[in-house]
T-cell receptor
Framework: DAGVTQSPTHLIKTRGQQVTLRCSPKSGHDTVSWYQQALGQGPQFIFQYYEEEERQRGNFPDRFSGHQYPNYSSELNVNALLLGDSALYLC???????????????FGAGTRLSVL | GQNIDQPTEMTATEGAIVQINCTYQTSGFNGLFWYQQHAGEAPTFLSYNVLDGLEEKGRFSSFLSRSKGYSYLLLKELQMKDSASYLCAVFMDSNYQLIWGAGTKLIIKP
């Protein structure tokens, strides 16, 4: 049973460019969340997708957008990249109907984005 | 605002016991998670506390006091592989999302 998979593992971009990161959730999971983790910091919530719609959003500008496909996979798009967007981007999945007392999210290994 | 505090770094000896503290001040609360993250890897779930008290799971235990806004993760019989960052996260009942601390880097010495 494959866990959460993300691609690519590493990416180097320059300021002003656009990037797309991809995530396949764990089998049986239909809810995907994206996080940004700067070096030495905890993850910061970007947004969550369920039923192909953005359900919750953190304090990130509109440059950050996403998409979820019918097979539950998801993409994170970042436009007009800034140096400060350099971080580890994590995808996490869980079953939507999971008991809140067991709201355990499963994380992918992340995509390391470097903006030069 | 939301605030979660953890020590930045701790050092312990192989075979010993270490306690990692986490204090939180959040506008909502529906449980507290501890995750382990090895360098360059995904965070992995360790424990979840929603009621006051101690939850024990093998070498790892987690404690919660909601009235004090305080939790700790206790690691016993430390092994070199326990060297990692330990992240405390509060599950918010307002939007069902996790608010994360910055993590505690634990260094295990022989």
């Amino acid at each position: 049973d494959a866990g959460v998979t993300q691609s690519p593992t590493h990416l180097i971009k320059t300021r002003g460019q656009q990037v797309t990161l991809r995530c396949s959730p764990k089998s049986g999971h239909d809810t995907v969340s994206w996080y940004q983790q700067a070096l030495g910091q905890g993850p910061q919530f970007i947004f969550q997708y369920y039923e192909e719609e953005e359900r919750q959003r953190g304090n990130f500008p509109d440059r950050f957008s996403g998409h979820q496909y019918p097979n539950y996979s998801s993409e994170l798009n970042v436009n007009a990249l800034l140096l400060g967007d350099s971080a580890l981007y994590l995808c996490a999945s869980r079953p939507h109907r999971q008991n809140l007392a067991k709201n355990i999210q499963y994380f992918g290994a992340g995509t390391r984005l470097s903006v030069l | 605002g939301q605030n979660i505090d953890q020590p930045t770094e701790m050092t312990a000896t192989e075979g010993a016991i270490v306690q990692i503290n986490c204090t939180y001040q959040t506008s909502g609360f529906n449980g507290l998670f501890w995750y382990q993250q090895h360098a360059g890897e995904a965070p992995t779930f360790l424990s979840y506390n929603v009621l006051d008290g101690l939850e024990e799971k093998g070498r790892f235990s987690s404690f919660l006091s909601r009235s004090k806004g305080y939790s700790y993760l206790l690691l016993k019989e430390l092994q070199m592989k326990d060297s990692a960052s330990y992240l405390c996260a509060v599950f918010m009942d307002s939007n069902y999302q996790l608010i994360w601390g910055a993590g505690t880097k634990l260094i295990i010495k022989p």
